[in-house]
C-alpha cells in the first residue's frame, strides 16, 4: 500500500499564487506517474498535471502556462505551482500516484480563488 499525504492548499486570491505538495510513503517500489487531479462540487474529477519518473509532462490545456508540475524522485513527492489563479481553479485538488497497475489517491485538499 501507498500512502499520499497533500498540503499547500488554502483561500487565495484571484491572480495570486499557491504551492501543493505531496508526499508519498508506505509500500513503494517502483512509482512511475505522479499527478494532481481536481474536483470542483457538481463536477467529476480532472485531470490538472501528469508526471512520469523520467520527466515527462502532461498538462490539462485550462492549466497550461500557469501551472508547473515537478517532482522529487528522492522523496517520492511531486509537486504543483499554480499561478495566475482564477476562480474556476476553486475545488479539492488530489495528490494520485501509480505504481504498476494500482492507482493510489490523497484525501484531497481545498483550494479556494476569490474574485
Known amino acids: 500500500q501507498v500512502q499520499l499525504v497533500e498540503s499547500g492548499g488554502g483561500l487565495v486570491q484571484a491572480g495570486g499564487s499557491l504551492r501543493l505538495s505531496c508526499a508519498a510513503s508506505?509500500?513503494?517500489?517502483?512509482?512511475?506517474?505522479m499527478g494532481w487531479y481536481r474536483q470542483a462540487p457538481g463536477n467529476q474529477r480532472e485531470l490538472v498535471a501528469t508526471?512520469?519518473?523520467?520527466?515527462?509532462?502532461n498538462y490539462a490545456d485550462s492549466v497550461k502556462g500557469r501551472f508547473t508540475i515537478s517532482r522529487d524522485n528522492a522523496k517520492y513527492a511531486v509537486y504543483l505551482r499554480m499561478s495566475s489563479l482564477k476562480p474556476e481553479d476553486t475545488a479539492v485538488y488530489y495528490c494520485?500516484?501509480?505504481?504498476?497497475?494500482?492507482?493510489?489517491w490523497g484525501e484531497g485538499t481545498q483550494v479556494t480563488v476569490s474574485s
Open positions: 508526471i512520469t519518473r523520467s520527466g515527462i509532462i
Open positions: 508506505g509500500i513503494i517500489f517502483s512509482i512511475n506517474v
Open positions: 494520485n500516484a501509480r505504481q504498476y497497475s494500482d492507482d493510489y
